[in-house]
Structure formats: structure tokens, C-alpha cells
């Protein structure tokens, strides 16, 4: 009987081990395939309702003259109240600048939804600086409010 509680405990640790371990190695195997890697966030929306984090990674060719940068991450929508109490959904956005310094819109995600979060990924070439912004937006609006702070994500110049 004590040999058998004992060979119980001895599996357990050993797989409790084995799925401690996954994870970690699932983890690594994604940032050790990119020149560049970090996570960023979590970022968040004036008065913290909204907010967003995640993991970057940038990939450049063998001239180092051009890269692909690919950004995965959460979206989280943090406001409780109702739309009608005058609740709104979380809101993203991400801007690149070239190699020429000029920034455009680069990719941009709304979720609605309370307490849970959305998933993301997009990928871009050729990108010189990555920012991220968090802000909210009405669930039938197209221009996001209360927005926080731009925080810069990449920036080729910092490798």
C-alpha cells in the first residue's frame, strides 16, 4: 500500500514537471527565430479602461537592408459599465515609420466586450519604429476617445 501511494506521488511530480516545462519551451522557441524580440505593454487607455500587451519580433535579411516585423498581442476591455451608463470598448492602434522617418497607420483592432480580451497578429516590411497606442471607442463609432500615451514598441536605431 505505501509503495503504491509512493510510485502515485513519483508520477505526479514527474508530469506536473513535464507540463511546467511546455510552456517554457513553447515560450523560447518563439523569440529565438527572430533577430529582435522583446514583449512590450501592457499599455493602457486614459483612466485605465482599456488596455493592451504583447510580444514583437523583427526578422532582417542577410543585407540587414530590409526586415519583416511581426506583433502579436492581447486587447483588453476593461470598462464594466453598460453601454446605455456610457461604457465603450477597448481600441488599438499601432503606427510604423519607413526608413525615412515618416510614420503612417500601420494596424488597428476594437473589441467590445467585458472582461475578456481579443487576440491579434499582423506583420509588416520594411519598418523602421513601431508605436502602439490604447484609447476607447463607442461600440457603433469609428473615432476612438481617451486615449493614452503613444509608447514606442521598435525603433531599428536601438538593435
Not at 529582435?36 to 514583437?56: E, F, N, T
Not at 502579436?72 to 470598448?89: A, F, I, M, P, Q
Not at 488599438?92 to 510614420?103: L, M, Q, R, T
Request: charged share 25%; hydrophobic share 30%.
Amino acid at each position: 500500500m505505501f509503495k503504491k501511494i509512493a510510485i502515485g506521488l513519483l508520477a505526479a511530480g514527474a508530469t506536473t514537471a513535464l507540463a511546467l516545462s511546455v510552456p517554457a519551451a513553447a515560450s523560447a522557441s518563439t523569440s529565438d527565430n527572430h533577430d529582435y524580440s522583446s514583449g512590450w505593454g501592457p499599455v493602457y487607455s486614459k483612466h485605465h479602461l482599456a488596455k493592451s500587451q504583447g510580444w514583437i519580433g523583427v526578422n532582417w535579411d542577410e543585407d540587414g537592408e530590409s526586415n519583416e516585423v511581426t506583433v502579436r498581442g492581447r486587447l483588453y476591455d476593461l470598462d464594466n459599465r453598460s453601454y446605455d451608463e456610457g461604457g465603450k470598448c477597448a481600441f488599438v492602434k499601432f503606427e510604423a515609420s519607413d526608413f525615412d522617418d515618416d510614420w503612417s497607420p500601420l494596424y488597428s483592432k476594437k473589441y467590445c466586450g467585458f472582461p475578456g480580451y481579443k487576440k491579434f497578429s499582423f506583420s509588416e516590411n520594411d519598418v523602421s519604429s513601431v508605436r502602439v497606442k490604447v484609447c476607447q471607442i463607442g461600440l457603433h463609432s469609428s473615432y476612438p476617445t481617451k486615449c493614452g500615451r503613444w509608447e514606442d514598441l521598435y525603433t531599428a536605431e536601438s538593435e
